[in-house]
């Protein structure tokens, strides 16, 4: 009954965002390039449910798409020499009225969606992990509806360092942005590629039952756009010639109380504890030159996006209610303002997992299914995710 009436109260989370955009037309020929910031945490559903906080508690495949030393955390039952993991996300926004905040409420029905997915794998002291996100973001435009489309991989190699009690990764990613008419058949508008870098490390202290980790990630800036495809449409006269993916910084923290101290090494294959987690994380983006926001794009306008850098605060909590079979989270996170003229938002998020499965598969394992979801003003993100329960 508590836990209904928690989620009902995040649901109903009212409207903290003012929505005042600042436009201005697109000149035909104009350079400006689109920002691909986003302000919300994508990808695992865990992770989501926390309120986006994991910097210091990210581990395996899911753990990498925030922060590049993942593979090469432990789990603190595993023993091998060797060892795999996996991972599978989706998340569905479509119930979202401002899926970007960005003030233009402009979101076709059915169309924001993000997938992930990923595999890692460790040998003695040292891991790599491979992981991809694919996202469509519908936007109305002056003609036909239109899809924004990105695919991020993201390759990290990590290594843990036992006489320091900590694990260091780098990884680099490789992305493609297009904008693809909502049509069958329907070619790319224009496509844009790109690249970075980036670095993350998180200190376990033997014994404690705290853990401390950050990450940096380089921005990616590109001009290399193809635009051969887009003849015809209106808006092929208004198309960006670059795109940027702000830098970003980020630092956290995490706690657990347990009956035993978390950071040791365990006997058995699954570590069945009631226990309470709590993380929480800094994040610092950086200013995007010169940027402006998708939403807009899509109704031929300008909305300056990332003139400053901006600050993220996240917190959440994670509670083994039933040890070894069911798991509580809920957090919150401020969605800082990216857009001249409209205010930041706070989230609610809240999630619930459970174990399904246990089968033989290079040893014992155990699956689960985890339920998620991120609420704000204009803004609802369902999850869903399938994968090893840990």
Known sequence: MKLGVVVAAVWAVPALAAADPMLEPIQPGQS??????????????????????????????????????????????????????????????????????????????????????????????????????????????????????????KLAIAKWFPKIDMSIGLAIDSG???????????ADLFTIQGANLEAGAQWIPRRQSFRVGASLVAPITTSNVTVDQCTGAEICM????????P????????????????NQTVGGVFRDEESLIAVADVVITGSSPDAYGLDAFGIEQLERSGRH??????????????????RV?????????????????????????????????WGRRRGRITLTGD????????????????
């Open 32 to 153: 400006y390039a689109i920002d691909l910031y986003s302000g919300v945490p994508i990808g695992n559903s865990a992770v989501i449910a926390t309120g986006g906080a994991s910097q210091a508690y990210s581990i395996g495949s899911s753990g990498t798409l925030v922060n590049a030393s993942a593979p090469a955390v432990r789990q603190t039952t595993d023993t091998d020499s060797w060892n795999w993991d996996y991972h599978v996300d989706y998340l569905l926004g479509s119930l979202s009225s401002d899926y970007a905040n960005s003030g233009i409420a402009n979101l076709p029905e059915g169309h924001a969606k993000t997938i992930t997915f990923g595999g890692a794998l460790r040998f003695g002291d040292w891991a790599g992990a491979l992981t991809a996100t694919y996202r469509t973001i519908g936007i109305d435009s002056s003609g036909a509806a239109l899809d924004a489309q990105s695919w991020f991989a």
């Open 238 to 245: 208004y198309l960006p010639d670059r795109i940027v993916t």
């Open 247 to 262: 830098g970003q910084f980020a630092a956290g923290v995490a706690y657990r109380w347990a009956e035993t101290a978390w």
């Open 375 to 390: 609420v704000a003003a204009g803004y609802r993100n369902l999850g869903f995710s399938i994968g090893f329960w840990h």
């Open 329 to 361: 989270r809920a957090g919150s996170y401020w969605e800082p303002n990216r857009f001249e003229g409209v205010s930041g938002r706070l989230h609610g998020t809240f999630g619930i997992e459970g174990r399904v499965l246990e089968f033989q598969l």
């Open 176 to 186: 493609t942005f297009d904008v693809v008419p909502d049509a069958p058949g329907a």
């Open 309 to 326: 850098n901006s600050i993220s605060v996240r917190g959440g909590v994670e509670y083994e209610w039933v040890p070894g079979r069911f």
